[in-house]
């Protein structure tokens, strides 16, 4: 399978996971989400992005 099959764009990451462009660089600054770069773009693989939002806290309770 091809390498960049398995990498999403900074774009698609904050549209999948509903974050803003500067939640996602605090994220990468932080240390917590890792990027590729290919040139100038920037990437991230599925797998790093699946183990960010995994390790998301919870909050439990009731919705009101």
């Known amino acids: 399978m091809d390498v960049q099959s398995h990498l999403i764009t900074v774009a698609d990451f904050l549209r999948l996971y509903s974050v803003s462009r500067t939640t996602f660089y605090r ?10 770069k290919l040139g100038t773009a920037s990437r991230v693989k599925t ?4 183990r960010w939002a995994a390790s998301l806290p919870v909050k439990e309770g009731s919705a009101l």
């Open 27 to 36: 994220e990468v600054a932080a240390g917590r989400l890792r990027i590729l």
């Open 47 to 50: 797998d790093d992005a699946e």
